[in-house]
């Protein structure tokens, strides 16, 4: 775990799970911003300082999840995320700045930037689901090594609000680590446009002893079904 106290938007200590290494670094966790404070409001980007002692002092470019607070719906989308000059530097963008505070989730990983050496394929791992009658994986990828794991999934089955409600829905697996817990976004766009949106619809879920754990947000319409996704990067133990 790091805990890194400055930044550039007025927000408070954020601690975030860690892997390091000279040529890959994974974070995990979540930052808070409100967009009422002046240094938000005087920043052209995101800036948090890392500790002196952070492996990698520049990476090549990565990606956060920023998730609003825009009405029953979590309006959100993708974030260039990158380290400069030992700073985490998060793009800032202004679109749910009026619906107030809202989050930004790293579950990234981070190479160095400029690298001209050899790439390898890594292998991957096989996942099985065991409650097929409410999920089924159209195409994933998962990878697990001794410290993270990395999971890619899209679903042609998914829980859709429409017809199975609010959950809590549990995707049940087998094969998949039992000691990495990571809160991630999850994307359940819907079928149908609703007035007003920005970005897509997300809902939260968690990942504990193997299986992934969510609910949609109460009173909420055409959220999940088919073509429903998450993708993250994951610290171990």
């Known amino acids: 775990m790091i805990t ?5 938007f007025g927000g408070g200590s954020v601690t975030l799970k860690d892997y390091q290494s000279s040529g890959l670094c994974i974070l995990n966790g979540k930052i808070t911003v409100d967009p009422t404070q002046s240094a938000y409001m005087a920043a052209t980007r995101l800036e948090l300082d890392l500790p002196a ?3 990698m002092g520049r990476s090549a470019m990565s ?31 202004t679109a749910w700045d009026t619906h107030g505070t809202y989050e930004i989730h790293i ?42 794991v990395f999971f890619v999934a899209t ?3 998914f829980p859709d609000y429409n017809t199975q409600g609010q959950g809590p829905f549990t995707l049940e697996l087998s094969g998949f680590a039992s000691d990495v817990l ?3 976004p999850l994307i359940v766009n819907g ?11 997300l809902t939260l879920g968690t990942f504990d002893n193997g299986n992934l754990i969510f609910s949609y ?3 909420a319409t055409d959220m999940g079904g088919e073509d429903s996704f998450f993708n993250f990067f994951a610290v171990r133990g």
């Open 4 to 8: 890194l106290n400055t930044n550039n």
């Open 53 to 55: 002692d952070f492996v």
């Open 63 to 93: 990606t956060a999840i920023l998730v609003s607070n825009a009405s029953i719906y979590r309006f959100g989308t993708v974030l260039h995320c990158w380290i400069e000059n030992n700073t985490l530097c998060i793009e800032k963008l």
């Open 107 to 148: 579950n990234a990983a981070f190479v160095t930037r400029g690298y001209r050496g050899t790439f390898s394929q890594t292998p991957t791992n096989s996942l099985s689901i065991l409650n097929t009658a409410t999920f089924l994986f159209s195409q994933y990828r998962y990878v697990e090594k001794d410290d993270f």
């Open 155 to 157: 679903f042609t089955k």
């Open 182 to 184: 990571v809160e991630i």
């Open 191 to 201: 079928s149908e446009y609703v007035s007003g949106q920005k970005g897509s619809m």
């Open 217 to 219: 947000p109460a009173g």
